[in-house]
């Protein structure tokens, strides 16, 4: 936990509020730092402090660069780290481990308001639509989209892990950001028109998204009026896995305001194809609390060794054709498989369940 004194004077400029006392308020000091930095610093530091920290920020912080969101973030202090408080506050706890056996999976032949609001709101781990596509169509899918359109592998999965799209969490700097952009509405669309007389997965998974939540669910657009790529295909080659890893869009994007709104994220896959033996995703019923803790135990290394983990809390073997959605907040991976694994997949971005859901890969 920072105090907060190393916290604030590194990012803020501050009003004195009555409520401070010095030395406390003496510490404070206005620096200027670019907005990227600016964003960066501070929603990690929201993150991470300590729940005293929180209220006093909540009375104190006003950030140019940040404004509403983090005073609004400021307010969602918890009495403690747990599950129901990662809505508000967007953290997970190791030793709130609640769900069991049935719970931890949902399944239904169609996805519905509640399904959704049950695994954001963490009453279940995962949920399973079976069947989402028929096995015929998925495979035709498949087949297609691998013989038209050449996959690149993940800069850090060199012959491991690659994708058809271009994926958010890659693009780190500027010049990268506006590449996705550019290739955003493109990229769908040359993946429709390669599933032919297919519909494509990702439109698939956009009406069902649109049909059952209650105020619908648009393609997210994180920096304003700049449509974002959804539907990201990825492939994991035979004997390949891929490690314990959090995907969270607060953590890696210190760019856009917007992205701070989203309250909580799911992640969504169609297993279009999947390997006979293996290939499963493993579920933990947690998280690391802050990126900063997650980074550590991941050691530099793309996602966290198994061996520094206690078994995980959920396995789903996916069938092909099936839509899965969980929570990517929770530590997850994919273990190793007997041949190719092809999917289709999506974030997806909750803001409240009177607000339209989002979409992004
Ligand atoms: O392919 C899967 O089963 C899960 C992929 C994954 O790690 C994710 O969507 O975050």
Not at 134 to 143: F, I, M, P
Request: net charge positive; hydrophobic share 35%; with cysteine.
């Amino acid at each position: 936990m920072h105090s907060i004194t190393s916290i604030l004077p590194k990012i803020i400029s501050v009003s004195s509020h009555p409520s401070l006392k010095p030395p406390l308020r003496d510490t404070l000091t206005s620096i200027e730092k670019s907005s990227h930095q600016m964003r960066r610093i501070l929603s990690r530091a929201v993150r991470t402090t300590s729940q005293d920290t929180s209220a006093f920020l909540n009375l104190t912080l006003k950030s140019k660069a940040y404004g509403k969101s983090a005073v609004q973030y400021m307010s969602t202090s918890c009495d403690t780290i747990c599950r129901p408080c990662r809505l508000n506050g967007r953290i997970s706890c190791q030793s709130h481990r609640t769900l069991k056996g049935d719970e931890l999976l949902l399944s239904s032949p169609a996805l519905s308001h509640q399904m959704l609001s049950d695994v954001i709101k963490g009453k279940a781990l995962a949920c399973r639509v079976p069947n989402f596509i028929s096995d015929e169509k998925a495979q035709l899918v498949a087949y297609r989209l691998m013989k038209n359109l050449p996959y690149e592998y993940y800069s850090y999965a060199e012959g491991s892990v690659g994708r058809i799209g271009f994926s958010f969490s890659e693009a780190n700097s500027n010049e990268d950001r506006e590449k996705y952009y550019e290739q955003a509405t493109v990229s769908m669309r040359i993946i429709r028109e390669t599933c032919g007389d297919i519909e494509s997965p990702m439109d698939r998974v956009r009406i069902a998204l649109q049909d059952a939540w209650k105020y619908g669910a648009n393609l997210e657009m994180l920096d304003e009026g700049r449509k974002m790529f959804a539907g990201l295909c990825r492939v994991i080659e035979a004997n390949k896995e891929i490690h314990p890893h959090q995907d969270m869009v607060w953590w890696y994007d210190g760019f856009s305001k917007k992205s701070q709104e989203i309250l909580n994220q799911l992640a969504m896959n169609v297993y279009i194809k999947v390997p006979e033996e293996g290939g499963e995703l493993e579920m933990w019923n947690w998280g690391f609390e802050n990126q900063e803790l997650y980074e550590k135990n991941a050691e530099g290394s793309y996602g966290i060794k198994k061996s520094k983990l206690p078994p995980p809390d959920l396995t789903i073997k996916p069938n092909v054709g099936d839509l899965i959605l969980f929570n990517p907040g929770n530590l997850h991976c994919i273990r190793t498989g007997s041949g190719q694994r092809f999917t289709v997949s999506s974030f997806i971005g909750y803001r409240g369940e009177d607000k339209p859901l989002s979409y992004w890969s």
